[in-house]
């Protein structure tokens, strides 16, 4: 944004010296009497062209989307879900677990790591009831991965 706005003001202020304006900008006379013949010219044409280079190789170069598939009847629709938002949503589905104060996922190559900390005693328990929460939004979503939920008591609280 920088590089463009620099660009827009110096074919601005270009445009305006050739058809005989004065700029309003106060910039210094040495930069109004600048010729080809100065060796800054060509050193500024040569970091415009590397600036302009490396924006068109930003342009080409295409994002890596890490999106989860979604199952859809439709064949001609693609649905997916990112796995920052698919983190979200576990760990959402997993807070709403009672007992369960704070909950973090990751996920792994082949498997999703549920990691929560609760006040509860009954840990077996608490850890299956987050598993099956986490695995009915799974389902519910309709993610197509073959993933194992993994849950992990972190700490409890008291």
């Known amino acids: 944004a920088v590089i463009a706005l620099l660009g827009w003001v110096l074919t601005a202020v270009v445009v305006a010296v050739m ?3 004065s700029p309003d900008l106060r910039l ?3 930069l109004l009497n600048l010729t080809t013949a100065d060796p800054a010219v060509p050193a500024a044409a040569v970091g415009m062209i590397v600036c ?3 924006l068109v190789a930003l342009a080409l170069v295409p994002g890596r989307p890490r999106l989860m598939p979604l199952e859809c009847t439709d064949p001609l629709l693609a649905m997916g879900l990112t796995r920052a938002g ?3 949503t576990l760990a959402a589905s997993a807070r709403e677990v009672e007992h369960v104060r704070r909950a973090g996922v990751h ?3 082949r498997r999703i790591e549920v990691a929560v900390v609760a006040d509860a005693d ?3 328990a608490l850890l299956r009831e987050v598993g099956a929460a986490v695995g009915d939004r799974l389902s519910g979503l309709g993610v197509r991965s073959r993933h194992e939920v993994v849950v992990r008591l972190r700490r409890r609280g008291g």
């Open 52 to 54: 302009g280079a490396g």
């Open 122 to 124: 009954t840990t077996g």
């Open 107 to 109: 996920i792994l190559r």
């Open 28 to 30: 210094p006379p040495r």
């Open 19 to 21: 058809l005989g304006l």
């Open 86 to 88: 698919l983190r979200r």
